[in-house]
């Protein structure tokens, strides 16, 4: 069974940091590349950052460039996401999601998904 389940989320002021995480089930995770999506209100999901399931490769959009990091802990079957200097337009509802196949940048390449988790940033 297919599992994904984000936690970190919640309020922070503007130039704080958290960290997401998102913990697989061991078959997802170890067959998965994860990537990490946000969704601001009224607006549609976007790519944010991914890791391939060697760990090998990561991806960022240019809006989180220098500012979030994505790592994963094969022992616990986690995928973080490490976010620094957050500004208002982080906030969102961020998804991990898991994809067997394709570039891990593209939405549409993801086919489990999370149930997410709320960020908002004050300014």
């Known amino acids: 069974q297919v599992q994904l389940v984000e936690s970190g989320g919640g309020l922070v002021q503007a130039g704080g940091s958290l960290r997401l995480s998102c913990a697989a089930s061991?078959?997802?995770?170890?067959?998965?590349?994860i990537g990490w999506f946000l969704q601001p209100p009224g607006k549609e999901r976007q790519f944010v950052a991914a890791?391939?399931?060697?760990?090998?490769?990561?991806f960022y959009a240019d809006s989180v460039k220098g500012r979030f990091t994505i790592s994963r802990d094969i022992a616990k079957n986690t995928v973080y996401l490490q976010m620094t200097s957050l500004n208002s337009e982080d906030t969102a509802i961020y998804y991990c999601?898991?994809?067997?196949?394709?570039?891990?940048?593209?939405?549409?390449?993801?086919?489990?998904w999370g149930q997410g988790t709320q960020v908002t940033v004050s300014s």
């Open positions: 061991e078959h997802t995770f170890s067959s998965s590349a």
């Open positions: 890791i391939t399931r060697n760990g090998g490769s990561t």
């Open positions: 999601a898991a994809s067997q196949w394709g570039d891990p940048r593209s939405r549409r390449n993801y086919n489990y």
